[in-house]
């Protein structure tokens, strides 16, 4: 079972669904359902179309760069872990945030482990399809593990810290 997690608790009636298939095989979601789309399908949706409020799943192989004319219509983008070993979600969530400047929901789904969610955080992702049993109870019991220092900037800036001890300032300074 699949359960949409936040920082503030998990959500209830989350409308996002990633492949709604009919029993004859076609495409079809509920009505309180919205399809994220996969890239291609977004774009050819986007172009015929003036919709707003669309949502859309970024796979690993995909260039995240192509939603740019586009990212004022989203209301969620759901970057893909297909596995624990698989970060490319990681580099299109930074790209999102960083780059492209992109402020609605970003979900990650796929395979979302307990331990790699304070690195999501700080990408810029807020929002996860955890369907991990030891991620779930984690969850549900407060439990996320916190890294204390961070060296490399990112999207979510860490509390700041006393600073770093490889780092030399003059006595002049």
């Known amino acids: 079972m699949t359960r949409i997690w936040r920082e503030t608790g998990f959500v ?11 029993e004859s095989g076609e495409v079809r979601a509920a009505e309180e359902q919205k399809v994220l789309l996969p890239l291609d399908a977004l774009i050819e949706k986007a172009e015929a179309s003036n919709d707003v409020g669309l949502g859309v799943l970024i796979r690993p192989a995909d260039d995240v760069r192509r939603l740019e004319p586009y990212l004022y219509r989203l209301e969620i983008v759901a970057v893909e872990f297909p596995a624990f070993s698989d970060g490319r979600a990681f580099s299109h969530a930074s790209l999102l945030r960083d780059r492209l400047g992109y402020r609605n929901e970003l979900r990650a789904v796929g395979d979302v482990l307990i331990d790699q969610i304070p690195l999501m955080l700080r990408v810029g992702i807020d929002s996860f399809a955890v369907k991990n049993a030891t991620a779930l109870k984690r969850l549900e019991e407060g439990r996320l593990p916190g890294i204390a220092l961070h060296y490399q900037p990112t999207a979510r800036h860490a509390e700041k810290a006393g600073g770093y001890s490889w780092r030399r300032r003059s006595a002049t300074a």
Not at 12 to 22: C, F, L, Q, S, Y
Request: aromatic residues 10%; negative net charge.
């Open 12 to 22: 209830a009636n989350d409308p996002w669904v990633i492949e709604p298939v009919g």
